[in-house]
């Protein structure tokens, strides 16, 4: 099978910055695209950012400028740099893979990470 295991969440005041990371392990033959997701409280999931295996990347309105998503290949990791955090920023932050497990078979499957938890005080 296939784990996300994220890291880097926690309490910081308004204006500061965090690094969320999120590796992938298990069964991999290749990742496509990753990304982070945010859900906040009474709110939907909603997408933060994501970068293809080409590096090209798609952010949320609310975060461009402030947000920089990366990936580091051979570690199969991706990274979510957060400066100027606002307390609208508050939510638990997914990470997504796309992920092919099979070298025989193109089928590529969506994995989760269980959630790492961002907290902007004012």
């Known amino acids: 099978q296939v784990q996300l295991v994220e890291s880097g969440g926690d309490l910081v005041q308004a204006g500061g910055s965090l690094r969320l990371s999120c590796t992938v392990s298990?069964?991999?033959?290749?990742?496509?695209?990753m990304g982070w997701y945010r859900q906040a409280p009474g709110k939907q999931r909603e997408l933060v950012a994501t970068i293809t295996n080409y590096s090209v990347t798609n952010y949320a309105d609310s975060v461009k400028g402030r947000f920089t998503i990366a990936r580091d290949n051979a570690k199969n990791t991706v990274y979510l740099q957060m400066n100027s955090l606002k307390p609208e920023d508050t939510a638990l932050y997914y990470c997504?893979?796309?992920?092919?497990?099979?070298?025989?078979?193109?089928?590529?499957?969506?994995?989760w990470g269980q959630g790492t938890q961002v907290t902007v005080s004012s």
């Open positions: 298990g069964r991999i033959f290749s990742i496509n695209a």
């Open positions: 997504n893979a796309v992920v092919r497990t099979r070298a025989f078979s193109t089928r590529e499957n969506d994995y």
